[in-house]
């Protein structure tokens, strides 16, 4: 999972419970990083002798919030995002408990920023109770989530294995440890830097610091108090103009039912894939989720306003995403989702790129911003495809349909030929990852 944890430059972290020391899980973070690292504190200061601040090379601190919306919390999120290579996002009040205007929390704003999360597991006798409720909670909102654990944690019955561990025996798991970003030879060739981007890129500073100033003057008008460090230089990225490009409700949807033949095809792909994961991969078989229900899966149609093809709804009723927040991984690296993650994805790219469209219906995410989709467009006809927010949507190098796709994953963990020529099945505690070759 390292991987995708190395292109997520977002993370939250978050408590068990209010008792954990986060700022411990901040340090160690950020003195492992191997790019800036910046932080937002909702609700609490970092103090000047905080021990985690030396490791940092910016702080945003918003000790009060409740006159702040989602979307303006958002927007100072991917605003440090710009001039730093990792961003911690920490509220010490809890992932589930309101904290700004229309009640948002902090597992809103990880949806809304696509972060994944870092719980952070302390001692005492309800410690693995509240650390596994906690998964759970994540896993609802679609969120993945790495455990460290400080003090005296019995880590063999977390529910997952910890990624981390803090205090005396020290040490993070790799996935945990932010690089600069590297691109895979094989897999993408990116075009030369154009005059437009240069552009862009300029325009990009400027709106950074637009953005810095109108947040000041915002708060400035509250009691609200507001402070920012920077240390180091700003990384042009230029900023996309969130958009609702994606009405819900829109008007009456037909909704899909597979046929027999549909669904019949479909569940052989995927007792071909349960098969495989069952004799070499058990961790990740026990991740598959249940399957979603029809009524369910006919709400979420008309609320995207738009029909499913039929084979992802077979899919769907097959299994429900993953019943974790990550253990098996569609290939190259996608985690397939549950319906509730594919509305938050939706409407996620929805707002925040004008390269979507309503009829795209995404049905598998990385933790990097990428996802997998299906064209409900006019003459998509259910072809997959893949989206980046930097790239737009792409349909080269995948199959026409979401079945065509599950048979070929089965045939690759069969034969152990590399999906795709590029992507071979591998195995490592149980777990299925895909190998770069």
Same mark, same amino acid.
């Given at each position: 999972?390292?991987?995708?944890? =190395?292109?997520?430059?977002?993370?939250?972290?978050?408590?068990?419970?209010?008792?954990?020391?986060w700022?411990?899980?901040?340090?160690?973070?950020?003195?492992? =990083?191997?790019v800036?690292?910046?932080?937002?504190?909702?609700?609490?200061?970092?103090? *000047?002798?905080?021990?985690?601040? $030396?490791?940092?090379?910016g702080?945003l601190?918003?000790?009060?919030?409740?006159?702040?919306?989602?979307?303006?919390?958002?927007?100072?999120?991917?605003?440090?995002?710009?001039?730093?290579?990792?961003?911690?996002v920490?509220?010490?009040? #809890?992932? %589930?408990?309101p %904290?700004? =205007?229309?009640?948002?929390?902090?597992? *809103?704003?990880a949806?809304?920023?696509?972060?994944?999360?870092? @719980?952070v597991?302390?001692?005492?006798?309800?410690?693995?109770?509240?650390?596994? %409720?906690?998964?759970? /909670?994540?896993a609802?909102?679609?969120?993945?989530?790495?455990?460290?654990?400080?003090?005296?944690?019995d880590?063999q019955?977390l529910?997952?294995?910890?990624?981390g561990?803090?205090?005396?025996?020290?040490?993070?798991?790799?996935?945990?440890?932010?690089?600069?970003?590297?691109?895979? /030879?094989?897999? +993408?060739?990116?075009?030369?830097?154009?005059?437009?981007?240069?552009?862009?890129?300029?325009v990009?500073?400027?709106?950074?610091?637009?953005?810095?100033?109108?947040?000041?003057?915002?708060?400035?008008?509250?009691?609200?108090?507001?402070?920012?460090?920077?240390?180091?230089?700003?990384?042009?990225?230029?900023?996309?103009?969130?958009?609702?490009?994606?009405?819900?409700?829109?008007?009456? @949807?037909?909704v899909?039912?597979?046929?027999? =033949?549909?669904?019949?095809?479909?569940?052989?792909?995927?007792?071909?894939?349960?098969?495989w994961? /069952?004799?070499?991969?058990?961790?990740?078989? $026990?991740?598959?989720?249940?399957?979603?229900?029809?009524?369910?899966?006919?709400?979420l149609?008309r609320?995207?306003?738009?029909?499913f093809?039929?084979?992802?709804?077979?899919s769907l009723r097959?299994?429900? $995403?993953?019943?974790?927040?990550?253990?098996?991984?569609?290939?190259?690296? +996608?985690?397939?989702?549950?319906?509730?993650?594919?509305?938050?994805?939706?409407?996620?790219?929805?707002?925040?790129?004008?390269?979507?469209?309503?009829?795209?219906?995404p049905?598998?995410?990385?933790?990097d911003?990428?996802?997998?989709?299906?064209d409900?467009?006019?003459?998509?006809?259910?072809?997959?495809?893949e +989206?980046?927010?930097e790239? $737009?949507?792409s349909?080269?190098?995948?199959?026409?349909?979401?079945?065509?796709?599950?048979?070929?994953?089965?045939?690759?963990?069969?034969?152990?030929?590399? +999906?795709g #020529?590029?992507?071979?099945?591998?195995?490592?505690?149980?777990?299925?990852?895909?190998?770069?070759?």
């Amino acid at each position: 999972m390292d991987r995708g944890w =190395a292109g997520a430059r977002i993370w939250i972290v978050v408590g068990a419970s209010a008792d954990v020391e986060w700022r411990a899980a901040v340090g160690a973070l950020a003195s492992a =990083a191997e790019v800036p690292v910046g932080l937002v504190s909702v609700g609490a200061v970092v103090d *000047d002798d905080d021990p985690a601040r $030396g490791h940092l090379a910016g702080v945003l601190e918003l000790p009060e919030v409740s006159r702040l919306g989602l979307e303006q919390a958002r927007d100072l999120v991917v605003a440090l995002r710009q001039a730093h290579g990792l961003v911690l996002v920490v509220a010490p009040e #809890g992932l %589930l408990v309101p %904290l700004g =205007a229309d009640g948002w929390t902090l597992a *809103d704003l990880a949806e809304a920023v696509r972060a994944p999360a870092v @719980v952070v597991s302390g001692g005492g006798p309800d410690a693995v109770n509240r650390t596994t %409720l906690m998964l759970g /909670a994540l896993a609802g909102h679609g969120i993945a989530a790495a455990v460290v654990t400080v003090g005296d944690v019995d880590e063999q019955m977390l529910p997952v294995r910890p990624a981390g561990r803090l205090g005396d025996e020290q040490w993070l798991d790799d996935m945990l440890v932010a690089r600069a970003a590297v691109t895979p /030879a094989v897999l +993408y060739t990116k075009p030369a830097v154009s005059g437009q981007r240069i552009v862009l890129a300029l325009v990009a500073v400027f709106a950074f610091m637009v953005l810095l100033v109108c947040g000041i003057a915002w708060f400035g008008r509250s009691t609200a108090e507001l402070s920012i460090t920077r240390d180091a230089a700003p990384v042009p990225v230029p900023r996309r103009t969130p958009q609702s490009i994606c009405p819900e409700n829109a008007g009456p @949807v037909t909704v899909t039912r597979p046929d027999a =033949a549909t669904t019949a095809r479909v569940d052989k792909a995927w007792q071909r894939i349960e098969a495989w994961l /069952a004799a070499h991969a058990p961790v990740s078989a $026990g991740t598959l989720g249940r399957p979603a229900p029809h009524d369910r899966i006919d709400a979420l149609q008309r609320r995207m306003s738009v029909a499913f093809p039929a084979d992802l709804v077979a899919s769907l009723r097959r299994h429900d $995403g993953l019943s974790a927040a990550f253990g098996f991984d569609l290939p190259p690296f +996608y985690m397939p989702a549950a319906l509730n993650g594919i509305l938050a994805e939706w409407q996620a790219n929805c707002r925040t790129s004008g390269a979507w469209d309503k009829g795209l219906v995404p049905f598998a995410r990385t933790l990097d911003g990428g996802c997998l989709l299906v064209d409900q467009r006019p003459g998509g006809h259910g072809r997959v495809g893949e +989206y980046f927010p930097e790239d $737009g949507v792409s349909f080269e190098r995948w199959p026409a349909s979401v079945t065509e796709f599950l048979e070929q994953t089965a045939k690759a963990l069969e034969t152990g030929r590399p +999906y795709g #020529g590029h992507f071979r099945p591998r195995v490592a505690d149980g777990t299925l990852d895909w190998e770069i070759v």
